[in-house]
């Protein structure tokens, strides 16, 4: 046969071949399908990381270099290509293609300007949504407009003038106040969360109507305007045209029938803890089950179409996001997750019992431990901002409640003292982030978050007289007329130096560095002219069984050890000051470890450095974490403790993420005389050392 003949053959064939291809995909793809066969509810489910290093930034490239800012909307259209909605320094809509590349599909700098891709400007969109012609909904939340970008990337205003406030009519004569969720059915009418009018807005036609809410916020069911919203933040649709709506400030999950209708979801089954708390985001699968993510515990909770609750992911604080702002379905049935406060974009896949590899315990999940600090200058929260101000407390400390409880919690902030009253001012120039930013008004920890930074222990926005401080705070009235709330939108700017509260009955600010979770050290912002040139004190060590009950027997002044006993406890008693605090002033410690030695002062094998075994260079990502790092008769003043006493159990490890209780077990040594060291650390590198002789039987 002649090559050229040969030739011919080949190509005939190959082109049928591809006809061929092309007929049976065409007929896949128009054929209509059963649904897609998802895992039963209530099962475990592991998380995927899909692109982000999480380190914040504007960055395209692949997903193992790609970088977000605020990452908080997210859908995935029918071809797999996911978009993303970024606040913060981005103010663009991103775009990961199936083979993991991210690049920006529209926006740049931050503005109110209608154009194709980067020509277009956004100010801190939120929401995503996408209809069956692949055109997106954006809620652009610091514009107060709903906007809508085509397939050619070509961005218009849908909805919204610019301006915050509310108007229903005409859609370009339409006003809403912080819009952060949105949803279109398969009519192509367009769903509106305007968090700050405490209303779901429809969008059809040209025309914004307003579907539920009577604009206060409240908690009440009911048609139309007679139901009540506080601030909510997400909304999809089912199948049967109900609107579902994650319900912020109410801590609620909430339904819409198309007439208007509104009922509050009764969470129910055998899992407690899975009624939502400041739900931000919800989605629905293709069995009608919801899916809602938390604005500040980093769970994603499953419910059943019949009320029936199930904590998703985040039970487990290892696998806890850090701010679960968008969810969205693939075709695949995996949900994808925009977790704003880690700068990542994740998916969540439930896991059926019978596969062998859960891959449960793995996932990459929050910021990036080394993530940069915010630029604060070394300013202090209070004035002089360069001057010096009193420590008063560190992270990890531990604190209890008003219930007599004295270890139930670790402190999450860096407290400085200041007189009540005194102005609280911001320290870096940044962002407002969160649809919720102001939280627990009137209450002792009333707080404002500022993007990675909060402030607690204040009256946000407000003087002590309850004046306000900014007309960017706003103060909601009750019913009575008085203030019951304070509001500042997400997207709001705050420079460095201005005035966000005063400080109230608890005397200190608390500055929290980081997303619930994932708090870090304050200490590491570099206050000026802070020195802490103080040795830290160890007042005690001593062994104790696992019963809480100490060794006392002594030999030659050795604690005697029985090798075969069983499991110790090694506690350490110790505190730490900073240069210029009050002489009563204790504070906790930074790191702490052991080293075993023989009667001659020589590490034994394995101890030729300490074992540091408590590190509180960010928080522990476990509730549990504060009972393993304290002993017994751990605690402060002010909640349950008659003294302020730190009692490190260092036998446990509390550090870098990892939480693992494990009693020290004699029973390897020799019998004979050992020493065993404690070592104790500041945050500035002070150390101590205090040695507890031991005769070991």
Known sequence: MRPGFRRA????????????????????????????????????????????????????????????????????????????????????????HSDGRVDTFAGSLEGFVDGVGGDARFHTPSGLAIDAAGTLYVADTGNHAIRAIGVDGRVTTLAGTGKAGFADGPALQARFHAPTGVAVDAAGRVYVADGFNDRIRVIEQGVVRTLAGDGRPGLEDGPGASARFDTPGGVAVDADGIVWVADTGNNAVRSITADGVTTTLAPYGDQADAAPSMPVSIAIDAQQRLYVGELSRGRVLQFEPDGRAYVLTGRDMAQRLARPAGLAFDAHGRLWVADAAAHRVQRIVQVRPDRA???????????????????????????????????????????????????????????????????????ADEKVASSYAAAGFGDQAENLSIDSLAYMHMRVGRTPRGEALDPRFQQVPGDDGRTMRIRIPRGTHIRAGEAIGTINAQAHVHLILGPSGYQRNAVGLGFRNFTDTVVPRIDDVMLMDALDVPLTAREDGRVVVAREGGGLQIVVEAWDQVDGNLPRRRLGLHTLGWQLLDANGAPMPG?????????????PPHREAVRVAYAGDSG?????????????????TVRDGRLEPALWDPRDLAPGDYVLRAVVRDASGNTATRELPLRVH
Not at 53 to 73: K, L, S
Not at 357 to 362: V, Y
Not at 636 to 652: C, K, L, Q, S
């Open 357 to 427: 590899k859960q891959n449960l315990d793995n996932a990459i999940v929050g910021p990036a431990p080394d993530a940069a600090y915010p630029d604060t200058r070394g300013r202090w929260p209070l004035a002089p901002q360069d001057g010096w101000h009193e420590v008063v407390g560190t992270l990890g400390e531990v604190r209890g409640n008003f219930r007599g409880e004295s270890r139930s919690h670790l402190h999450a902030g860096f407290d400085v003292r200041g007189d009540v009253g005194s102005t609280v001012l911001a320290i």
């Open 636 to 652: 402060i003043t002010v909640h349950g403790a008659a003294r302020t006493r730190f009692r490190y159990a260092i036998n446990n």
């Open 607 to 619: 101890f030729e450095t300490p074992r540091f075994t408590i590190d509180f260079d960010r928080m």
């Open 9 to 96: 053959l080949w190509i005939v064939a190959t082109l049928t071949l591809a006809a061929l291809a092309v007929s049976v995909w065409w007929e896949w793809r128009t054929v209509e399908r059963p649904p897609l066969a998802l895992p039963p509810a209530g099962l475990p489910a592991r998380i995927e990381q899909v692109a982000g290093d999480g380190h914040r930034g504007v960055r395209d490239g692949t997903r193992e270099t790609a970088r977000f800012d605020d990452p908080f909307g997210i859908v995935v259209a029918a071809d797999g290509t996911a978009f993303v909605a970024e606040g913060a320094a981005s103010n663009r809509i991103r775009r990961l």
